[in-house]
């Protein structure tokens, strides 16, 4: 008596039924008739819908995703295209509103070459679970703070546009204007006349960096050190230490050479060191110190410091 052999049929997950039937694109239009948002319909043409495949998708992201992806043709623009995202999900996700918004940044990413626009991306979440439902349905009620969070990243991103304000406008802020002058003026080619403009016009703001520990001078000096011209420095250094009390000027001015050196030992470079150290010499020669307070002041030996004043 022979035996007849059974057929294995292999089970297929929900999700991947799912998505086999819708693509389909009958079905696809039916599915997208039905659920999609009345007045997004009237924008496009449900007779014209294409399948995108996977293809397009991060490798990093193809076994997270049973997504399906149609482009739609726009009614009054042939170029434009509507992305329908649709994800099936037999579990209850959490973070679904977030890997939604993930995979739709994604989309925008791959098209945001096309004439300068983005698509519109409509997702939907078929969702088949036994349990009740109860995840967040949107990115904000994700945050501690949802309508915060909507208004500050859904909303125009704040603009500060330096060159659109005043001088004047900028300086009203004091402490604060100090970095906003700095910034609108820092392609200027001359350091030097930007440095005494900002001396000049900073008195105020000047005198509350100063009980700040001249935080902002030190990192101005700081950056602008690079665009100074050798022959210039020496210039630069009488500049800050005229505006500045002496004591302060030469405190300011040996923070940046010490920062030098500590850079450089961080680095582990003999550069770093030196360059620090000239600097600290070329500011004392400046003010007129002799060699002999020199050596007193920095430790070194004379022959160390001829060298570097070389």
Same mark, same amino acid.
């Given at each position: 008596?022979?035996?007849?052999?059974?057929?294995?049929?292999?089970?297929?997950?929900?999700?991947?039924?799912?998505?086999?039937?819708?693509?389909?694109?009958?079905?696809?239009?039916?599915?997208?008739?039905?659920?999609?948002?009345?007045?997004?319909?009237?924008?496009?043409?449900?007779?014209?819908?294409?399948?995108?495949?996977?293809?397009?998708?991060?490798?990093?992201?193809?076994?997270?995703?049973?997504?399906?992806?149609?482009?739609?043709?726009?009614?009054?623009?042939?170029?434009?295209?509507? %992305?329908? +995202? /649709?994800?099936? $999900? #037999?579990?209850? *996700?959490?973070? &679904?509103?977030?890997?939604?918004?993930?995979? @739709? !940044?994604?989309?925008?990413?791959?098209?945001?070459?096309?004439?300068?626009?983005?698509?519109?991306?409509?997702?939907?979440?078929?969702?088949?679970?036994?349990?009740?439902?109860?995840?967040?349905?949107?990115?904000?009620?994700?945050?501690?703070?949802?309508?915060?969070?909507?208004?500050?990243?859904?909303?125009? %991103?704040? +603009? /500060?546009?330096? $060159? #659109?304000?005043? *001088?004047?406008? &900028?300086?009203?802020?004091?402490?604060?204007? @100090? !970095?906003?002058?700095?910034?609108?003026?820092?392609?200027?080619?001359?350091?030097?006349?930007?440095?005494?403009?900002?001396?000049?016009?900073?008195?105020?703001?000047?005198?509350?960096?100063?009980?700040?520990?001249?935080?902002?001078?030190?990192?101005?000096?700081?950056?602008?050190?690079?665009?100074?011209?050798?022959?210039?420095?020496?210039?630069?250094?009488?500049?800050?230490?005229?505006?500045?009390?002496?004591?302060?000027?030469?405190?300011?001015?040996?923070?940046?050479?010490?920062?030098?050196?500590?850079?450089?030992?961080?680095?582990?470079?003999?550069?770093?060191?030196?360059?620090?150290?000239?600097?600290?010499?070329?500011?004392?020669?400046?003010?007129?110190?002799?060699?002999?307070?020199?050596?007193?002041?920095?430790?070194?030996?004379?022959?160390?410091?001829?060298?570097?004043?070389?």
């Amino acid at each position: 008596m022979s035996r007849k052999k059974r057929t294995k049929i292999t089970s297929i997950p929900s999700d991947g039924l799912f998505k086999k039937i819708m693509e389909d694109v009958v079905t696809a239009r039916d599915f997208l008739e039905y659920y999609l948002p009345d007045d997004f319909k009237k924008l496009i043409d449900l007779s014209k819908i294409k399948i995108e495949k996977e293809s397009y998708i991060e490798e990093n992201l193809k076994r997270k995703f049973s997504d399906i992806v149609y482009s739609v043709q726009t009614r009054n623009n042939e170029q434009a295209f509507v %992305y329908v +995202l /649709i994800e099936a $999900q #037999s579990t209850c *996700d959490y973070w &679904i509103a977030l890997r939604l918004w993930k995979y @739709m !940044l994604l989309l925008c990413e791959r098209h945001k070459s096309n004439n300068g626009k983005l698509p519109i991306i409509a997702p939907l979440l078929l969702y088949n679970g036994t349990a009740k439902y109860n995840a967040p349905m949107n990115l904000w009620d994700l945050f501690t703070i949802p309508e915060q969070a909507k208004k500050l990243m859904s909303d125009n %991103y704040k +603009l /500060i546009d330096l $060159q #659109s304000m005043s *001088d004047d406008e &900028i300086k009203k802020k004091q402490h604060l204007g @100090m !970095l906003e002058f700095f910034m609108k003026h820092i392609h200027q080619r001359d350091m030097l006349k930007l440095w005494e403009r900002f001396l000049q016009e900073f008195n105020e703001a000047i005198l509350i960096d100063k009980d700040k520990g001249y935080i902002y001078i030190k990192h101005f000096l700081w950056y602008t050190d690079t665009k100074v011209s050798e022959d210039k420095q020496q210039e630069l250094g009488q500049l800050i230490t005229h505006h500045l009390s002496e004591a302060h000027g030469e405190d300011i001015m040996r923070s940046i050479a010490q920062k030098y050196i500590e850079e450089g030992e961080a680095r582990g470079e003999a550069r770093g060191k030196a360059e620090g150290k000239a600097e600290l010499i070329k500011l004392m020669f400046t003010k007129g110190k002799t060699v002999e307070e020199i050596i007193e002041f920095t430790g070194l030996p004379i022959t160390e410091i001829e060298k570097l004043k070389s």
